[in-house]
């Protein structure tokens, strides 16, 4: 294999061939998925019982890896662009090496060698920052990879959506293969996964020709914050994150929601399956709202239906278990929206701005960092903010359980009201309603 293949039509005419255009440059997204779950959940869990390390320090060194991983996803950004001004190839190859380092980052970071257990905070700094990297690093090229594309507002809608949805497959093969299947089968699998999935990429719609390199490569720091010099990108970026805070404060406080408020651990696995399958789910039904009512105004839908859904979680009780059921199966069709509309909503922007082909990266790079920050955010503010207000996890105090109830449900529905406020005055108001909005006002 010496050259990609020839490119496929950016915009597929047949629902087949769509499919297929679809399923190869989504599958990335299960493995990707696959192993954000253990890399962010399981891995303190495991350290702390199998080798003892003290929570101060795991927290510390989690603190630290994880603000770097943040930090550095605009200059891997950068990055991606050069690949991309030189050619696909690059991209691809860069990947696969990419997935390797991932792959032996997991290992390593699972099973630390017997001879650095007496360093073994440093081992799992060095392990973290690498693995972290190059994570983050196949994540942005193949986010990137889509924007390239281009298309009308439904095709960018639909392939991302395909990579969401595979994600979500990811997450909940990841949320029980570990307790199945042990760690290192668990690594086995994830490694054939992460093959098979870039050899699928490597037959996915290929981005046009990138410009020559000469007229690509901008100067790298003026390239690096170019986007904060476009005025559509700041506001989608400010409706971005605040409804990204109103998503990650619930994903952080779940759990507790369900052993203290509901007395209903013994559901929480039906809870969280109900909730992804119901947002893989809904993709194919907001895509076919995505034609008669544009990306904007459908991920504005969206909102609003998490708005109701979390009202009526303020609401619940001990022993409501149906009622949250209903709850978790309504959000996640609400989720649906938030996976797939903004990044095709930025890919729109891009391109309305002149920079598709060009800066996609640097974008992304931003975008990922706000993504990042959101859900350190939501932990550093709901947590502290709980303890506070006299919430004990295991407690069922009815001033703890009110403030549990508070920080849930109705703090992130006055937040994600807000999103939705900031989304209707500076996009969808100023696009006529019959329009499929593929850029926001400039």
Known sequence: MTACPTPAPVSPPEPTVRMRAGLAYGLLG????????????????HYANTYGMPLATL?????????????????????????????PRWVLWTGAASAAVLVLGMAALFFPPASV???????????????????????IAHQSWAARLGG???????????????????????SVLPTWLGWPAWVTVF????????????WAPTPSQPLALAAAASHWATGLIHPWRQPPFRRLLGVFVLNGLASAMPATLVLFFIQDRLA????????????????????????RRVRHWGLARTWLAGMLLACATFIWAATLGTGDVWGFWAVCAL??????????????????LIAHQGDQGRREG?????????????LALAAGLSLPLLGALGYVPGHTAAEGLRALTWAYAVVPCVIKLTAAGLLYLLFVRHQPPSASPHAPRS
Not at 364 to 373: E, I, R
């Open 152 to 174: 009308q507002p439904v095709w960018r809608a639909e392939i991302v959506a395909w990579r969401e949805g595979a994600a979500l497959i990811g997450v909940v093969l990841a």
């Open 30 to 45: 299960l493995p990707l998925a696959f192993v954000a779950l253990p890399l962010y959940v399981h891995l303190p869990h």
């Open 59 to 87: 927290g510390a060194l989690l603190l630290l890896a994880r603000l770097f991983d943040a930090l550095t996803d605009p200059l891997l950004g950068r990055l991606s662009d050069g690949l991309f001004a030189r050619s």
């Open 362 to 374: 640097a974008y992304f790079g931003w975008w990922n960092l706000a993504t990042k920050l959101n």
């Open 191 to 202: 490694a054939l996964l992460l093959g098979v999935a870039w050899l699928c990429w490597w």
């Open 331 to 348: 959000s996640g069709l609400a989720l649906g929206t938030d996976l797939a509309l903004p990044s095709a909503l930025l890919a729109g």
């Open 117 to 139: 257990r007496p360093y073994l905070d440093t081992w799992v700094l060095i392990g973290l920052l690498i693995t972290y990297t190059a994570f983050s690093q196949l994540a």
């Open 264 to 287: 209903a651990a013994d559901w929480q696995p039906v809870f969280l399956a109900t909730y992804f399958v119901a947002a893989a789910a809904s993709m194919p039904l907001w895509l």
